[in-house]
C-alpha cells in the first residue's frame, strides 16, 4: 500500500535558476542535491512538510526527462508514492495487471529504490513509488 506522497517531480531546463525561484519566492531552502545516473538526471530535492519537491534536469536530451522537456516544455512530471516494501508493492501491482516502466527496481536519488508505472495505466500521471533508504 501506499503510505504518503514522497515528492512531486518536476522537469526544469535551468536547475539553478529553479533552485532560486523555490528559495526566494517559496522560501524551500535546498536540501539534497545528486548526479543520479540511473535515470538520466540531475535532481535536487527541496523540502517541504514532510514531503519534498524533486526538480530534474536531464544529462542529456536523449534521457527521458530529457525527452519530456523537448516534448513539452518544463514543469510537473510525476508524482511519487512512498512505500515500505518495493519489492511485494511492485509484486501487487503486476497481480493488478497495470503497465509498468520498470519491472525491477532501480537506484532513485539519496539511496533510495524507485520503480515508475507506466502513463497509460494511470490516468496519464507518470506515477513513480519509492522505498526509501532505510
Ligand atoms: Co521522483
Do not use: W
Amino acid at each position: 500500500m501506499f503510505g504518503r506522497i514522497d515528492h512531486i517531480g518536476v522537469a526544469v531546463e535551468d536547475l539553478d535558476a529553479a533552485i532560486e525561484l523555490y528559495n526566494q519566492q517559496f522560501e524551500m531552502g535546498e536540501q539534497h542535491r545528486e548526479v543520479v545516473e540511473e535515470q538520466g538526471v540531475e535532481a535536487v530535492l527541496l523540502e517541504i512538510g514532510e514531503g519534498h519537491v524533486e526538480l530534474l534536469k536531464p544529462l542529456s536530451a536523449d534521457t527521458p526527462v530529457g525527452k519530456f522537456l523537448a516534448a513539452k516544455g518544463p514543469g510537473l512530471h510525476h508524482v511519487a508514492y512512498q512505500v515500505s516494501d518495493i519489492d511485494s508493492e511492485l509484486e501487487r501491482i503486476k497481480v493488478l495487471g497495470l503497465r509498468m516502466i520498470d519491472e525491477t527496481p532501480r537506484v532513485g536519488i539519496r539511496g533510495s529504490r524507485v520503480a515508475f508505472l507506466h502513463p497509460k495505466s494511470t490516468g496519464g500521471v507518470l506515477t513513480e513509488i519509492v522505498e526509501p533508504k532505510h
